[in-house]
């Protein structure tokens, strides 16, 4: 039996030659970059200052599909290192490149999208934990980042005690959906980052959420844990949040060099169907490096075939899944 027939037990895989031409309808942008492409560049000190060297295509693209915003969406998955934070930091940053306004709001004590945005995580700071267990204002904790149409709520490691803190407080659940529809009306999107658990803290982003993003990432163990994520999904949405959608999966870090990554896509197709995205994100190097400059990969490498992806992923979660594969 081979490893992946063992990891899924009961199925059996015969001919895979299909994979080969369901893969080529991907959107597979590989992870080899190449240098010498011409692509339009935005250095960082435009991403900083001002819009006025965005590519006109792009602005052109805020105007066509401006309706089609005002969501509030939450990144989760219960798996570390799925590429939550990586997708929270880069599809907000290209939702704002694009015109939209954005708040991402960091609510994993580990705090990796606050750093990977260049703001300070220090615990004397005012961060979402004043705002979950304090009840201070979403608007009082707001910072403005170096980049276009994006804030950001902070987190901080004092987060890390809130699930336990939260366990006696009456609407627990409740706490960031309460939060957030103060401000809602102020953003064109929304976006949460969890932690790595199915507790309090994810609680309180899916039922503050309109739409979850789950990423999954390329490898052998993919859909472990997906059942008991979607069977919270699904509680949450019968008892805490009836708006709670399922927006789509993202594949992450997918590299063509593991032949079973092939798999893996078609598996997790065939458990979420029509909503995985047509967008797989390649691994790449350059995404694994800018969250150390504090930066998206907009900024720190535009041109890599990680930016190129995230930014077609942006697009498609902009034009609300109109471009996932069947
Ligand atoms: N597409 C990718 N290519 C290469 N490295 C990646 C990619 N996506 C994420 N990473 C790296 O993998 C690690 C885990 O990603 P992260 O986004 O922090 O996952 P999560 O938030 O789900 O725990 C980080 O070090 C991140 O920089
Ligand atoms: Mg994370």
């Known amino acids: 039996m081979s490893v992946f027939s063992r990891i899924f037990k009961n199925k059996k895989y ?16 590989d992870n080899f970059d190449n240098k010498n492409q011409n692509t339009n560049n935005i250095h960082l000190e435009d991403v900083k200052m001002n819009d ?7 602005k052109n693209y805020f105007k066509k599909n401006r309706s089609l915003a005002k969501k509030v969406i939450a990144i989760a998955n219960q798996k570390g290192g799925v590429g939550k934070s990586t997708t929270a930091v880069n599809l907000t940053s290209y939702l704002g490149y694009f015109g939209y306004k954005t708040l991402i709001i960091d609510i994993d004590p580990q705090s990796n999208s606050t750093s990977g945005l260049g703001i300070s995580t220090d615990s004397d700071k005012s961060s979402i934990y004043n705002v979950i267990i304090g009840g201070e204002l979403l608007a009082n904790v707001t910072i ?24 006696a407080s009456m ?11 103060k401000i809602k ?26 739409e979850v993003i789950i ?11 997906l059942g008991q994520l979607l069977h919270t999904i699904k509680l949450v949405k019968e008892n805490l949040n ?6 789509g999966a993202l594949m992450t870090m997918y590299d063509p060099r593991i032949k079973l990554a092939g798999q893996v896509i078609s598996e997790v197709k065939k458990y979420f169907p029509e909503k995985v995205y047509s967008t ?11 969250p150390s400059y504090g930066k998206p990969i907009l900024s720190y490498d535009p041109e890599c075939k990680g930016a190129q992806a995230y930014k077609s992923f942006t697009k498609e979660v902009i034009e609300n899944g109109t471009k996932r594969t069947r």
């Open 14 to 29: 015969g001919d895979n030659s299909h994979l080969n031409n369901q893969l080529n309808s991907n959107k597979i942008i």
């Open 52 to 58: 006025s060297k965005i590519n006109p295509e792009d």
């Open 144 to 167: 403005k980042t170096d980049f276009l149409n994006l804030d950001a709520i902070p987190s901080s490691i004092q987060l890390a005690g809130a699930e336990v803190e939260l366990v």
């Open 171 to 181: 609407k627990r659940e409740y706490k960031l959906k309460e939060a957030v529809d």
């Open 185 to 210: 009306n102020d953003y064109d999107y929304i976006i949460i980052d969890c932690p790595p658990a199915l507790g309090l803290l994810t609680i309180n982003a899916l039922s503050a959420a309109t």
């Open 215 to 225: 990423p999954i990432q390329c490898e052998y163990y993919a859909l472990e844990g």
């Open 242 to 247: 009836s708006e709670l959608e399922i927006a």
């Open 280 to 290: 797989i994100i390649p691994r790449n190097v350059r995404l694994s490096e800018a």
